[in-house]
């Protein structure tokens, strides 16, 4: 007769869908815990401030030092409709946004395209070229309001040295003033669009170039049979953040001309700006900013459905 055996027995391994369930949860944690920090100050700083402005749109609302409003419907959004200075200064903007996009996009493309050649000091290039990035707005708006000074500006200066009208205005006449900001916003948001873009080409094979060479491709088909849909998706994200932030520009436009002259220059977010406090009506500024958001998400959304419609043609291809 044997004795029994004092060894416990080993106990099963959990269930794997049990282990798979735990093992869930854990990552689940980690990834709000690595999430957390940065979204917080999203929700704290983006996500508030939008609901506090969407609700104060609804309100007579005025920045004063004791608030005292009440809730007066969609009355702010119907005085919109008759605002005619509004509506001006939204086609000012969607001008201004649509131009400097676009140029953006044309002199990055022409400017990464050169920095991906394999110039000469390509290195110290590339750091020039981020130079404009790196400045403050206000400190370009001021340096450009000498530039294109009407008293001995440099431009002038030189105009009038070549023989053309050296005395014009650039940012006080009403044909000039727009065409001007418009310069100096490409100027300054051209580095950001350039880096996103030499990016996208150094990561397109050699090979494909040389195989288009060997099959007698030119440059400009190169470009149109490889660059352009390679850089596709760069150039679709590039160009919507970039709509973004131009769409929403002020202190460029502030320092510049201040929304004159007449009005010429007086983009969207400048003029909510002054709505709010110069003249003080918070409630019907923020029913301005509420437009604002519906007109930009709307524009974007027609413009990367079209994109995403252009890619799924090409795929099906």
Do not use: C
């Not at 051209?190 to 491709?217: F, R, S």
Request: hydrophobic fraction near 55%; charge should be positive.
């Amino acid at each position: 007769m044997t004795a029994p055996s004092l060894a416990t027995k080993p106990t099963a391994p959990p269930p794997p869908r049990k282990r798979g369930t735990a093992v869930a949860r854990a990552r689940r944690r980690e990834v709000v815990a690595l999430v957390m920090p940065s979204l917080i100050p999203i929700l704290v700083l983006s996500v508030a401030p939008l609901v506090v402005g969407i609700a104060l749109a609804f309100t007579d609302a005025r920045l004063v030092r004791k608030p005292d409003y009440d809730v007066v419907g969609l009355d702010n959004f119907a005085g919109l409709l008759d605002n005619s200075l509004f509506w001006e200064s939204l086609r000012i903007g969607l001008i201004w946004t649509v131009s400097v996009t676009l140029l953006q996009l044309v002199a990055a493309m022409g400017l990464a395209l050169l920095l991906n050649s394999g110039l000469r000091l390509q290195s110290l290039t590339r750091v020039l070229a981020l130079v404009p990035w790196a400045m403050p707005p206000v400190v370009v708006a001021i340096m450009w309001q000498m530039i294109y000074s009407a008293n001995g500006g440099p431009l002038n200066a030189f105009l009038g040295g070549i023989g053309l009208p050296g005395d014009i205005n650039w940012l006080g006449d009403f044909s000039t003033a727009l065409p001007a900001v418009i310069v100096v916003g490409v100027w300054v948001g051209m580095p950001q669009t350039t880096i996103a873009l030499l990016a996208g080409l150094q990561q397109i094979p050699a090979d494909l170039h040389e195989a288009a060479a060997v099959d007698g491709a030119g440059a400009w088909r190169r470009f149109t049979a490889v660059t352009w849909p390679s850089l596709r998706p760069i150039v679709t994200s590039i160009t919507s953040l970039n709509f973004i932030w131009n769409f929403n520009s002020f202190a460029l436009v502030y320092v510049l001309t201040e929304g004159g002259p007449g009005g010429r220059t007086m983009v969207p977010v400048l003029f909510v700006y002054l709505e709010a406090f110069k003249n003080r009506n918070l409630g019907y500024a923020a029913a301005m900013g509420v437009v604002l958001v519906v007109v930009i998400v709307a524009v974007l959304a027609l413009y990367l459905r079209a994109q995403f419609r252009h890619d799924r043609t090409e795929k099906a291809r």
